[in-house]
């Protein structure tokens, strides 16, 4: 049970949440991520599930110490998320709600650029459907504009993935390094992700626009399953200190000029990550311990922000 694919839990929770209702529906919903999240405490460093497709050997499933770091993290938000998602009778929120969480835990268990990729794709799609879950025009407008971000970052990804597989054979996903065309393909599809500067606006636009628990969901996985990808494969990445610093320092003049609260958040979000990405850029142990330790603090209380100011505003 112990190689048991992370996702499954959530997959096999956001299909029975489709047809079921009241209690049963709850009951499910939180057994995902406590299910989910004992497989990944029984985990051990160096376990890896392939899966052979075609000519390619994926691997699914890897566990070492930075998978399981974020792994425990996104079980625990995951948990938190569902639970403040209970009150909610929208079918559409709780199973979308689901899969999000399940393939933000599938990506950072992937041990190769394509698993990488599927997961990288439900992730955009799923997050999508929460902004969409709000049913008004803002909403819509703001969904499709993040939508077309996440299609821009998945294509980088699948264009550098394909370019260092026809290059090198390799698909595994470790560190990468800057050092050719399709580094920096893989490099801007993490970036968008992570809310790089001028590539940050479907933050600022699609989590308000998001139901309030939509965006409890929202600022817990995408970024955060971006910051896992860029310490994987661009750990001490020089150019990372100063796209860091500046993303920790310009969102602060918009958001004391802003009055939509939620938004305030969006940017206070874009500079906690900048911290992270400057760690990732130094690139030393004690930095990315520091990285992966700011992310958890992030995911917990920017999450009990955004739930207390769905609570009050909402």
Known sequence: ?????????????????????????????????????????????????????????????????????????????????????LHLKDTLQHVAGLLYAGSAIGAVFAGDLFTLFVFWEVLGLTSAFLIWASRDERSFHAGMRYFLFQVLSGVLLLGGAL??????????????????????????????????????????????????TGTVFLCAFTTKAAIYAMARGFPG????????????????????????????????????????????????ALALNGAVGHAFNDVLFKGLLFMSMGAVLY
């Not at 599809?189 to 699609?206: R, S």
């Not at 920790?248 to 003049?253: G, Q």
């Open 163 to 212: 370019w260092i597989w026809w290059t090198t054979g390799d698909i595994s996903f470790n560190e990468i390094g800057l050092d050719s065309g399709a580094s920096w393909l893989i490099f801007m599809a993490f970036g968008i992700k992570c809310g790089f500067p001028l590539l940050h606006n479907w933050i600022t636009d699609g989590y308000p626009a998001s139901t309030p």
């Open 1 to 85: 049970m112990t190689n048991l694919h992370p996702f499954l839990p959530f997959l096999i929770a956001g299909i029975l949440a489709a047809f079921t209702r009241g209690w049963i529906r709850s009951a499910i919903m939180l057994a995902a991520p406590l299910f989910g999240g004992y497989q990944v405490m029984q985990a051990v460093p160096g376990t890896m599930v392939m899966l052979q497709v075609l000519d390619l050997e994926l691997t699914i499933y890897r566990v070492d110490e930075l998978s399981l770091l974020f792994g425990y993290l996104f079980h625990l938000g995951a948990f938190i998320c569902i639970l403040f998602a």
């Open 237 to 284: 990445t020089e150019i990372l200190i100063y796209i860091g610093a500046f993303m920790a320092c310009y969102p602060i003049f918009f958001a004391v000029i802003e009055n939509d609260l939620r938004k305030v958040l969006a940017y206070s979000m874009i500079n906690q990550l900048g911290f992270m990405v400057v760690g990732i850029g130094i690139g030393s």
